[in-house]
């Protein structure tokens, strides 16, 4: 690597580390309208997190809360009460609203003295599930509607060892009470997780997630089935100085224990990991991030946030900054080519990744925000990355709709954020596609399409401090606001609802009998001479007669209507992907195309629907076309009853 590239990559990672930082530094205000009061070099202030799921399904019928302080070990703080507030959706600012106390809690505060600290009523059961409330605690609660809380918590510092100064720290909340169940939810066998979701083991001085046991709370009232906890590999590492509570000795085993704990039939948690690694040689340190889950996926991948020659140049850029803070995101980082495979692209055995490969673990590998840079120094990922044997992309990864800059009360400094035709998730669906058309004519031209919201903690909405930004900013993504959608034909119709075990979780992806969505289901089958295919297979089709797409749509009023179908078709000879809109009626069809080409291809569904200002979409995985035969090929659609 060039001086020059070496100094290029350190500038970006002191600028992003420096703004996080600076963010940090600031004492914990008196009041919300005073400057926070700067610490100096390595005293991080204390921060207040409080959180609630954003939905609430129609057979749920409380709120569980989470309630963090982080970093107060060396503060001499006193947390007092947390107080609950509710307050009519009426139009007006959330200043202006007229707020009722709703409920507070006393019980179990005091001196905080954690660096990571959840509240819990009872000490005797510190990982037990957070507190919650009944919905008939709160007079505004009613369904089809938000119910907008804000939750105050108040306490005391000591300063400078003389005297005690109040503090008061505000969080605003929303929470949407659901009339109908997720679309298909009440089935035995469609089932909706989160493939990218961050947990209190990604904890740093840039980031943090929230509790196992809140999670699994928050997604199971939320409307989600299964989980796959994908904590950053600089993290999970034992170095981390934030992991505090040690149970078996390593944090990657701490982690499966908390899995296990919090899995059940009612809902199922998979340990997995967002992998850093280096792309494609001459990128420099340029990182990539990778998901890797699957049910034999026992050894963690190790990954530093940047690589360890990164650090002294670094440091000499953040002077007033104390070393120890940072110094532990640095490390070894290893090639994509050992971390898939256990082996250098010289042919050379990783030592540090014997046994730990993807392909060692029998694990699935998907490129994760394949559009968006990962963090400083971050790189995008391209074609030669994506021809590797991973098994898919993290297309739609979050759904960022608006973003704020005051973080206080962002619900009244929405702004729009872009258009989805102009954000990384549209263009790393084209990317998809791109891949689709590449790997057409494999023996096993499966590419996965998973959505993950990628949240940190964050069960109502994500704050953090962006590079590409002036700062700290708010945004509306959160837990589950983006779905991967399972389908499992082998459950039978009349079965008890249950979640799916790993082996299904995993196998089902594989094979892309699955659906990403933010709110309606699509679904589809292929036939030709009455021959079938579903979602993710293969069909071997008489190249002589006609393709058959029977296609299936369901949404709900949250959501909006289907009143469009996108069928997406692309054959070996076409120049491109063909789209073909249909008009949604069950009973319709419509011819699609005549003399297609006679070589292999895929046919795949999209929707948009909308309330409102509210645009959702939902896209299925491929159903995978080979030609029997010779003879001319036609395309027809119709819209049937699900």
């Known amino acids: 690597m060039s001086d020059d590239t070496k100094s290029t990559s350190a500038e970006h990672v002191a600028r992003y580390l420096q703004g996080v930082l600076e963010d940090r530094m600031g004492a914990v205000r008196a009041r919300e309208d005073e400057t926070p009061e700067p610490r100096g070099a390595g005293h991080i202030a204390p921060s207040f997190w409080a959180d609630a799921p954003w939905r609430l399904e129609p057979n749920e019928n409380d709120i569980p809360f989470t309630f963090i302080v982080r970093d107060a070990a060396k503060a001499k703080m006193d947390l007092d009460e947390i107080a609950i507030y509710e307050a009519p959706d009426d139009g007006q600012p959330w200043e202006d609203k007229t707020w009722r106390l709703v409920h507070t809690f006393t019980q179990g505060l005091g001196r905080i003295d954690k660096q990571f600290w959840t509240?819990?009523?009872?000490?005797?059961?510190?990982?037990?599930?957070?507190?919650?409330?009944?919905?008939?605690?709160?007079?505004?609660?009613?369904?089809?509607?938000?119910?907008?809380?804000?939750?105050?918590?108040?306490?005391?510092?000591?300063?400078?060892?003389?005297?005690?100064?109040?503090?008061?720290?505000?969080?605003?909340?929303?929470?949407?009470?659901?009339?109908?169940?997720?679309?298909?939810?009440?089935?035995?066998?469609?089932y909706y997780g989160d493939t990218h979701y961050h947990s209190d083991y990604t904890n740093d001085v840039k980031e943090f997630g929230n509790p196992v046991p809140d999670t699994r709370a928050a997604a199971e009232r939320i409307g989600l089935d299964w989980l796959v906890i994908t904590d950053h590999s600089v993290d999970l590492a034992d170095e981390n100085p934030f992991w505090e509570v040690r149970r078996t000795g390593h944090r990657w085993d701490d982690l499966g224990l908390e899995v296990q704990e919090n899995s059940d039939e009612r809902f199922r948690l998979l340990r997995g990991e967002e992998v850093t690694l280096l792309g494609m040689p001459g990128k420099g340190d340029d990182a990539l991030h990778m998901l890797v889950f699957g049910h034999e996926f026992h050894k963690m991948i190790p990954g530093a946030f940047a690589r360890e020659s990164l650090l002294s140049a670094v440091a000499d850029r953040l002077l007033g900054f104390a070393?120890?803070?940072?110094?532990?995101?640095?490390?070894?980082?290893?090639?994509?080519?050992?971390?898939?495979?256990?082996?250098?692209?010289?042919?050379?055995?990783?030592?540090?990744?014997?046994?730990?490969?993807?392909?060692?673990?029998?694990?699935?590998?998907?490129?994760?925000?394949?559009?968006?840079?990962?963090?400083?120094?971050?790189?995008?990922?391209?074609?030669?990355?994506?021809?590797?044997?991973?098994?898919?992309?993290?297309?739609?990864?979050?759904?960022?709709?608006?973003?704020?800059?005051?973080?206080?009360?962002?619900?009244?400094?929405?702004?729009?954020?872009?258009?989805?035709?102009?954000?990384?998730?549209?263009?790393?669906?084209?990317?998809?596609?791109?891949?689709?058309?590449?790997?057409?004519?494999?023996?096993?031209?499966?590419?996965?399409?998973?959505?993950?919201?990628?949240?940190?903690?964050?069960?109502?909405?994500?704050?953090?401090w962006w590079v590409d930004s002036d700062g700290f900013i708010a945004d509306d993504n959160s837990l589950g606001k983006v779905r991967t959608l399972l389908y499992l034909p082998d459950r039978g119709s009349n079965e008890p609802r249950r979640a799916p075990t790993e082996v299904e979780i995993v196998d089902a992806i594989r094979s892309g009998c699955c659906v990403v969505t933010d709110g309606p289901v699509l679904s589809f089958t292929v036939s030709s001479n009455g021959t079938e295919a579903g979602l993710g297979q293969i069909l071997a089709a008489d190249t002589d007669g006609a393709l058959e797409v029977k296609v299936r749509a369901v949404s709900t009023a949250e959501f909006g209507e289907v009143e469009q179908v996108s069928v997406l078709y692309y054959f070996q000879g076409m120049d491109g992907t063909a789209e073909k809109v249909?008009?949604?009626?069950?009973?319709?069809?419509?011819?699609?195309?005549?003399?297609?080409?006679?070589?292999?291809?895929?046919?795949?569904?999209?929707?948009?629907?909308?309330?409102?200002?509210?645009?959702?979409?939902?896209?299925?995985?491929?159903?995978?076309?080979?030609?029997?035969?010779?003879?001319?090929?036609?395309?027809?659609?119709?819209?049937?009853?699900w």
């Not at 804000?150 to 003389?162: D, F, M």
């Not at 872009?418 to 689709?436: A, F, H, R």
């Not at 010779?630 to 049937?640: I, K, M, T, Y």
Request: contains cysteine; glycine residues 10%; proline residues 8%.
């Open 119 to 190: 509240y819990r009523p009872s000490a005797t059961v510190p990982l037990g599930p957070p507190p919650a409330l009944p919905l008939g605690s709160f007079e505004t609660a009613a369904r089809g509607k938000h119910l907008l809380l804000t939750i105050v918590c108040r306490g005391s510092e000591v300063k400078l060892g003389l005297f005690r100064q109040a503090f008061e720290q505000v969080r605003p909340l929303s929470v949407f009470l659901a009339e109908e169940a997720l679309p298909l939810r009440k089935t035995a066998q469609w």
């Open 323 to 464: 070393r120890e803070l940072y110094e532990h995101l640095f490390g070894p980082i290893y090639r994509l080519e050992a971390v898939l495979t256990g082996v250098d692209t010289t042919g050379q055995a990783e030592p540090a990744l014997k046994g730990r490969s993807v392909q060692a673990q029998g694990a699935l590998a998907f490129a994760a925000h394949p559009a968006t840079m990962a963090q400083a120094p971050g790189g995008t990922w391209e074609f030669q990355d994506l021809m590797q044997p991973i098994h898919g992309m993290e297309a739609w990864n979050t759904r960022k709709r608006r973003t704020a800059r005051k973080e206080d009360r962002p619900f009244d400094h929405w702004k729009q954020s872009g258009t989805w035709e102009s954000g990384p998730s549209s263009k790393g669906i084209e990317i998809w596609d791109q891949m689709l058309r590449q790997k057409v004519g494999l023996s096993d031209p499966r590419f996965i399409l998973l959505a993950g919201s990628d949240a940190h903690g964050s069960f109502n909405y994500s704050e953090g």
């Open 582 to 641: 249909v008009h949604f009626e069950i009973g319709h069809s419509t011819e699609l195309a005549q003399g297609l080409p006679p070589g292999p291809g895929y046919v795949r569904l999209a929707t948009t629907t909308r309330t409102g200002q509210e645009t959702y979409r939902c896209f299925t995985n491929p159903i995978w076309i080979r030609p029997v035969g010779d003879g001319e090929r036609r395309l027809r659609a119709s819209c049937v009853e």
